[in-house]
């Protein structure tokens, strides 16, 4: 019994070994015509930038995750955001402009920048990292009333003012 569990055991190591190999062969095929000169993505034409993007990202059935254009649930096309890939480096579909029409969400714009570039490759928002924040935090955390002792239930109750209720009665 013991010499079938090993034998088994190999046999699967073994499978395993073999189609891993297969993988990363076919990574290896599929990347060798993959330019690298990310640098200079700016002189790089739209249609060379679409190849690049469709030879690196697959999904799981090895189809090309991005194309020139989207088609939405809601009828409307979206293209390659080409100049945002060259300038900002953001795999981008449609503008700014798209981001309310496809999902209804509100595109705010403060210091020159939108909150969203435009939409993902799921057609939801996606975030420009350049937009400023919402709030900033300009005061001193030593005035914060900080709870001392979160492990102390008295003293809990008394930093808090907590009003008594049934079921804190012990009496």
Known sequence: MKKNKKLIVI??????????????????AESTTVRTDYQNIQY????????????????????????????????????????????????????YSNVYTETGVTNDYKNGQYRYYGLTVSLTPFPNKEFPPDNLVTYDVSTRNFTEKPWDPPYVAASFKARKTVWMDTE
């Open 11 to 28: 046999m699967l190591k073994v499978m395993l070994l073999i189609s891993v190999t297969f993988s990363f062969t076919s990574i290896k």
């Open 44 to 95: 790089w034409s739209d249609q060379e930038i679409l190849d690049y993007l469709q030879t690196v990202y697959r999904d799981s059935d090895g189809n090309p995750v991005f194309q020139h254009s989207k088609q939405s649930s809601l009828g409307y096309t979206y293209y390659l955001n080409y100049d945002l890939i060259r300038t900002k480096g953001a795999a981008v579909y449609g503008t």
